[in-house]
T-cell receptor, first 113, second 111 residues
Framework: KAGVTQTPRYLIKTRGQQVTLSCSPISGHRSVSWYQQTPGQGLQFLFEYFSETQRNKGNFPGRFSGRQFSNSRSEMNVSTLELGDSALYLC????????????FGSGTRLTVV | QKEVEQDPGPLSVPEGAIVSLNCTYSNSAFQYFMWYRQYSRKGPELLMYTYSSGNKEDGRFTAQVDKSSKYISLFIRDSQPSDSATYLCAMSENRDDKIIFGKGTRLHILP
């Protein structure tokens, strides 16, 4: 059974650019959540999508957005990149609700220069 | 005060010792409690999941939740070098709610 797949694994972008990250959940999983992980702040919740609808949202600025497609695949977009956006972005999927436990992908390492 | 507090460590213990990892939280509405393990360059993986107060055991791992003290613990018996990782506690209010993570404790098991 394939796990959660995130692409790309590594990314280097310049300040002011925008970036799109992709996540393919485990087959049959309908909930996809996104987290930002940094050494200083740890794992911070960005948003969750369930059946193509945003169900929960964290406290990030509007530059961070996401969407989910009918096949449950999800993308997140960060516009007008700042140096502080450098982080590991993790996607996690679950069957119906996050509270049966997520399965995380290995993440996308974004570096903003 | 952050919602979930966790000592970052690092915590170094000899192989075979019992490890105790802890988190405190401020939100009394949390009902679902989880422990995740994260190896370097990998995403976190779910270790233990408990609902409300009490204990849960799975092999060498025991999770405890004390809602009256807003305190959760993870015990690892007969610790192995392969247990060396970062351990994150996580919790949420409701089944459909977002999950809030602690910052994680780095654990080193010394052979």
């Amino acid at each position: 059974k394939a796990g959660v797949t995130q692409t790309p694994r590594y990314l280097i972008k310049t300040r002011g650019q925008q970036v799109t990250l992709s996540c393919s959940p485990i087959s049959g999983h309908r909930s996809v959540s996104w987290y930002q992980q940094t050494p200083g702040q740890g794992l911070q919740f960005l948003f969750e999508y369930f059946s193509e609808t945003q169900r929960n949202k964290g406290n990030f600025p509007g530059r961070f957005s996401g969407r989910q497609f009918s096949n449950s695949r999800s993308e997140m977009n960060v516009s007008t990149l700042e140096l502080g956006d450098s982080a590991l972005y993790l996607c996690a999927s679950s069957l119906e609700t996050a509270n049966y436990g997520y399965t995380f992908g290995s993440g996308t390492r974004l570096t903003v220069v | 005060q952050k919602e979930v507090e966790q000592d970052p460590g690092p915590l170094s213990v000899p192989e075979g010792a019992i490890v105790s990892l802890n988190c405190t939280y401020s939100n009394s509405a949390f009902q679902y409690f989880m422990w995740y393990r994260q190896y370097s360059r990998k995403g976190p993986e779910l270790l233990m999941y408990t609902y409300s107060s009490g204990n849960k055991e799975d092999g060498r791992f025991t999770a405890q939740v004390d809602k009256s003290s807003k305190y959760i613990s993870l015990f690892i018996r007969d610790s192995q070098p392969s247990d060396s990782a970062t351990y994150l506690c996580a919790m949420s209010e409701n089944r459909d709610d977002k999950i809030i993570f602690g910052k994680g404790t780095r654990l080193h098991i010394l052979p």
